[in-house]
């Protein structure tokens, strides 16, 4: 049997989840977006009015949430305590609040446990920040998506432009680099290139150009 797993990691807005789907559909594998896994946590957190900041607290309420993957068409939606969050969970504040709770070590742990039970059974890409390093550290492909900051804060911009949301650029762009510095230094799994990933910096590239150059480093690995 020919499993194929594909690894993606990379900061905000690198493009991981664009990328990640189409590679999916070309190659009729399941996608696996692990910061919805965190974000449903976060948001928990907030909906029962849990301060992020204290841990203990944070991990005392974990043993509350439940995380349910499932796939409707090939759309991953996620289920918090049976409720369909994978809208609910896109909000900025849910972003931010992931990067906190995605810090502590048992926070980790439940995620980590869940996403690779997932990925004995079925080919598979998974985007998150520890993939590589952490979750699948023998996939067949590891991807590091990179790209400059304000590039990422501009497509984060348009994104919710595109939601019809309100956006100041300066502000996502400051929330990037808070959220990058957060997930870059924290002491469990931070966001990290792994030694065997390949480096792709997509300030300059299309999403095409980024799909045909992962296609190539597949081809040639398989
Ligand atoms: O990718 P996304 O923006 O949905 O991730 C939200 C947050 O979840 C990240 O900023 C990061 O702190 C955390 N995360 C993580 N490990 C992953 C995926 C996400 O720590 N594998």
């Known amino acids: 049997r020919d499993v194929l797993t594909i690894a993606i990691d990379g900061p905000a807005g ?47 309420a974990l043993e509350q949430v439940h995380i349910r993957i499932e796939y409707k068409d090939q759309v991953q939606h996620i289920y918090l305590n049976e409720e369909d969050v994978t809208q609910k969970i896109r909000q900025q504040s849910v972003g931010e609040g992931a ?35 952490h979750v699948l550290t023998d996939a067949k492909v590891k991807i590091f998506l990179n790209a400059d900051v304000m590039i990422r804060a501009k497509r984060r911009y348009n994104e919710l432009l595109e939601k019809g949301e309100s956006a100041d650029l300066n502000v996502i762009a400051d929330e990037i680099r808070e959220r990058d510095h957060r997930d870059m230094n924290r002491e469990h799994a931070p966001l990290i290139q792994a030694h ?27």
């Not at 390949?198 to 980024?210: E, Y």
């Open 14 to 60: 690198a493009g991981k989840s664009t990328i990640a789907k189409r590679l999916a559909k070309d190659y009729k594998i399941v996608y696996v977006d692990t910061g919805a896994m965190y974000r449903s946590v976060a948001l928990y957190m907030m909906e029962h009015h849990i301060d992020l900041d204290i841990e203990q607290d944070v991990v005392e």
């Open 99 to 133: 990067s906190k709770v995605s810090a502590y070590l048992p926070v980790r742990k439940k995620m980590v446990m869940m996403q690779q039970e997932m990925a004995k059974m079925t080919s598979l890409v998974m985007d998150g920040r520890d993939i590589g390093t």
């Open 196 to 222: 065997d990933a390949h480096l792709l910096d997509t300030s300059k590239m299309s999403i095409d150009d980024v799909v045909h150059a992962i296609k190539k480093i597949i081809e040639m690995r398989r």
